[in-house]
Every structure is written in structure tokens, then in C-alpha cells.
């Protein structure tokens, strides 16, 4: 289903403005159908901008050359799907208020935008609300169709889900990783030397009321730090590569439950405690079942929609001008 939604769904927070041709012409005749050079224009507009920032010269013109040619194309695709809209109208139903207002709604959630701000931004762009649900209602409409003329049609079986998987192994090879907690105490290696063997020593204290029976998360709580000392210094689980070479080192050689000695850094120094240890292997297929299914699920969604969109149009009359 991403698939469709990365085809189909685009919400449109600003205009497409562009300015009409004073003398207009046909760019593409769909069966009684035309699509004119200013209506082609008007909705380019905003990918022209962009690509006109980035190149410049003969690379922008050949850019805008390309670019608006495959436009023209998803204008031809967009028409030829509206008009299997309506054919297919009574059998996919109609698109509710309620569904357009719930699209809408969790757009501007996303965008961390108020309706209020919205409607503000579409009045100082010359639109409504009205023409976005209209919009959105035949996306959705769209979607609908979709799903009835090639998601519908799209099975993916075990045999498959287990190829795949024997195929991309190391795609799904697991890291080593330790959890561990951390007490730091910062002390830069070119700071003054009292201030490192301050730090040493009060390590070694911290290291030594842990070994008598004081909690580890209790003392990084009140004297580590390290972000997630108020976790109790847990950090995590780490895999190698990631944290100072001096701990890591420490941190994928002590047992589970084992404190280390105190650990000196360029940054200060460290005591860490192992709690947990995740091996590298391949991680079982039940694992990873449902992420495979879904890449298999886009790979023929995507195949099958090419096959429909040609085939209509096929059947359609298509002459291209441009």
C-alpha cells in the first residue's frame, strides 16, 4: 500500500503558480481530452523553480527538458485514471466528508500546523478549503481504485517471503552488541594533572562503595556525567564502533553482571557495568517476515500498476505535442 501512497498521495500545502502564455496551444490530445501548454506550465511551476535553483545554464535547460516531458505524462496518466474513476464509480463508492477531514487533519498534524494557520495560508494564496477536500476526495477516490484493480490482485506467498530471505541474508545479519551503565567523570587529558587524579580517585571510590554493596544506577545517578545517568547511567545497547575505543574495548570483554576497573580516556574517566549482551548472527526469519513481505508487496504493487497504466493506455487515444 506505500507503494500507491508515494504514487498518489500529495498534499498540497502551497499553490502551483505559473504564468499563462499569452498565445496557448495544444500539448497532448487524450482521446476528447487536451492538456494545453498553460495548463502544463501552471502545474510544473513549482518543479521548475527547484531544479532552476540547483543547475544552471545548458544542464538546466536539459533538466527542465526531461522533467517536463515525464510531467506531462503523469498529466496523462492522472486524466486517464479519472476517467476509470468514473466508470468504476458505483462499484468503489463515494469518499466521505468525514475520510477527506481525516486526511486533512492528520496532514497538518504532521506538518505541526493549525487549521486555523492553514486556512490563513490558503486565503493569501487565493484558495479555499473547499478546493483542497475536492483535491483530497479524488485522491482518495483514486486510491480506492487502486486498490481494487492492482493491490487486490497482489499475493505474496511463504515460498517467496523464504527466497527472498535466502537471497538477502546479509541484509538481516545481526550486530554484537552490550548494554551497558556508565559512571563518567570528565577530566580532558589536557587539563591540569590534579584534575585527572581527582577524577581517578574518586572512580576508584565510586568503584569501591559499588563493590561493597551500593547500587551501581544508584551512585551514576548522583555523580555520573553521562547522558542517562538519571537512567541509572544505562546507555543502551552499544555496538562496536560507536563509543570511545578505550570502553568498547572493556564493554565486549566483561562477563554480564561484571563492573570494570576504572577506565582513563582523553575525556575523563569511566566505570561501566555490563548488563546485557546481544550476539551477531542472523536474526530468525519470524523476525523479519512481515518487513520482507512488505518489500515484495511494493515491488509487485509497483510492476502491476505499470502494467494497468499501460494497458489503459493502450486503449486511449494519446498524441503528444510538446
Not at 533538466?63 to 515525464?70: I, Y
Not at 475520510?99 to 486555523?116: A, F, H, Q, Y
Not at 513481505?293 to 509487485?300: L, R, S, V, Y
Request: proline share 2%; glycine share 6%; aromatic share 6%.
Amino acid at each position: 500500500m506505500r507503494t500507491l501512497l508515494i504514487i498518489f498521495v500529495a498534499f498540497i500545502f502551497s499553490a502551483a503558480v505559473g504564468t499563462a502564455e499569452t498565445l496557448d496551444r495544444i500539448v497532448a490530445v487524450v482521446d476528447d481530452d487536451v492538456i494545453t501548454q498553460s495548463e502544463l506550465n501552471r502545474a510544473f511551476a513549482p518543479y521548475a523553480a527547484n531544479i532552476e535553483k540547483t543547475l544552471k545554464g545548458a544542464d538546466m535547460e536539459e533538466a527542465l527538458r526531461q522533467n517536463k516531458e515525464a510531467f506531462l505524462q503523469r498529466l496523462i496518466d492522472q486524466m486517464l485514471i479519472e476517467r476509470e474513476i468514473k466508470k468504476a464509480e458505483p462499484g468503489i463508492g463515494q469518499v466521505s466528508d468525514e475520510e477527506v477531514m481525516s486526511v486533512i487533519g492528520d496532514m497538518l498534524s504532521r506538518n505541526k500546523v493549525s487549521m486555523d494557520e492553514y486556512l490563513k495560508k490558503l486565503s493569501a494564496e487565493g484558495s479555499t478549503l473547499e478546493e483542497i477536500k475536492k483535491d483530497v476526495r479524488r485522491q482518495l477516490m483514486r486510491m480506492r481504485l487502486l486498490r481494487r484493480e492492482v493491490q487486490s490482485r497482489i499475493l505474496v506467498t511463504d515460498e517467496e517471503i523464504g527466497r527472498y530471505y535466502d537471497e538477502h541474508r546479509e541484509d538481516y545479519e545481526g550486530k554484537e552488541a552490550v548494554r551497558i551503565r556508565q559512571i563518567f567523570l570528565p577530566a580532558p587529558a589536557h587539563a591540569d594533572e590534579n584534575i585527572r587524579q581527582n577524577a581517578r580517585q574518586l572512580a576508584g571510590q565510586l568503584r569501591d562503595r559499588i563493590l561493597g554493596g551500593e547500587p551501581f544506577e544508584m551512585i551514576a545517578a548522583q555523580y555520573s556525567r553521562a547522558p542517562g545517568a538519571d537512567q541509572g547511567g544505562d546507555t543502551g545497547f552499544i555496538e562496536k564502533g560507536i563509543i570511545l575505543p578505550e570502553v568498547e574495548q572493556v564493554a565486549f570483554s566483561l562477563e554480564i553482571g561484571r563492573m570494570s576497573d576504572v577506565i582513563e580516556s582523553e575525556v575523563g574517566m569511566h566505570l561501566i557495568q555490563v548488563t546485557d549482551r546481544r550476539g551477531a548472527g542472523l536474526k530468525p526469519i519470524t523476525d523479519v517476515r512481515n518487513e520482507i513481505k512488505a518489500k515484495i508487496e511494493d515491488e509487485k504493487v509497483s510492476k502491476k500498476y505499470d502494467e494497468w497504466i499501460e494497458d489503459i493506455r493502450k486503449k486511449s487515444f494519446i498524441d503528444v505535442r510538446l
